[in-house]
């Protein structure tokens, strides 16, 4: 039964450039969520997906947004990127976003901005 | 505005100590209070909490909630090297699945 996988597990931009990264859910689950961890500091909500529609919504600009596919999986995408950007973005998936269910996560992507 | 707050943000022990993690939250229409051990990435799930004053353990570590007080310790005893990771403490408010994490403790124990 295979984890949350993500890709890629690096990568590299410059500042204006834009990024895309995945996440593919644990079997069964129906709810991706995305977390921004910046160093020495604990992941922070960017928002959570739901029946391919975005549910809630941390507080990160527009730069920042999403899409979740029929298969679960989904993408997390970011324009103009920032040198505060560079972080490691978790993703976590879950079954029922309406219930007190456990997230796994994902290994994370490590993004750095240059 | 909802907030976990975990202190100490770092310990160093040795081998066979115990320590004791804590965590205090603010989180609006609380739900559980989870604690997830970070290692090199991923976090991994230790245990979630929803009722007070019960303890949850698995093995080494062992947990409890004051919803009074709004505070989570975590306790390890006979620490090993293998214990060296970051602790996060997590607040999980109303029915959404929206996680607030601490800062973390990071624990190192030495041999």
């Known amino acids: 039964d295979a984890g949350v996988t993500q890709s890629p597990t690096h990568l590299i931009k410059t500042r204006g450039q834009q990024v895309t990264l995945r996440c593919s859910p644990k079997s069964g689950h129906d709810t991706v969520s995305w977390y921004q961890q910046a160093l020495g500091q604990g992941p922070q909500f960017i928002f959570q997906?739901?029946?391919?529609?975005?549910?809630q919504r941390g507080n990160f600009p527009d730069r920042f947004s999403g899409h979740q596919f029929p298969n679960y999986s989904s993408e997390l995408n970011v324009n103009a990127l920032l040198l505060g950007d560079s972080a490691l973005y978790l993703c976590?998936?879950?079954?029922?976003?309406?219930?007190?269910?456990?997230?796994?996560f994902g290994p994370g992507t490590r993004l750095t901005v240059l | 505005e909802d907030k976990v707050v975990q202190s100490p943000l770092s310990l160093v022990v040795h081998e066979g100590d115990t320590v004791t993690l804590n965590c205090s939250y603010e989180?609006?229409?609380?739900?559980?209070l989870l604690w997830y051990k970070q290692e090199k990435k991923a976090p991994t799930f230790l245990f979630m909490l929803?009722?007070?004053?019960i303890e949850k353990k698995s093995g080494r570590l062992s947990s409890i909630l004051d919803k009074k007080e709004l505070f989570s310790i975590l306790n390890i005893t006979a620490t090993q090297t293998g214990d060296s990771a970051v602790y996060l403490c997590?607040?999980?408010?109303?029915?959404?699945?929206?996680?607030?994490f601490g800062r973390g403790t990071q624990l190192t124990v030495w041999p």
């Open positions: 989180v609006t229409n609380f739900r559980s």
């Open positions: 976590a998936s879950s079954l029922e976003w309406t219930n007190n269910n456990e997230q796994f």
């Open positions: 997590v607040g999980r408010g109303s029915t959404l699945g929206r996680l607030y």
């Open positions: 929803t009722s007070s004053g």
């Open positions: 997906y739901y029946e391919e529609e975005e549910r």
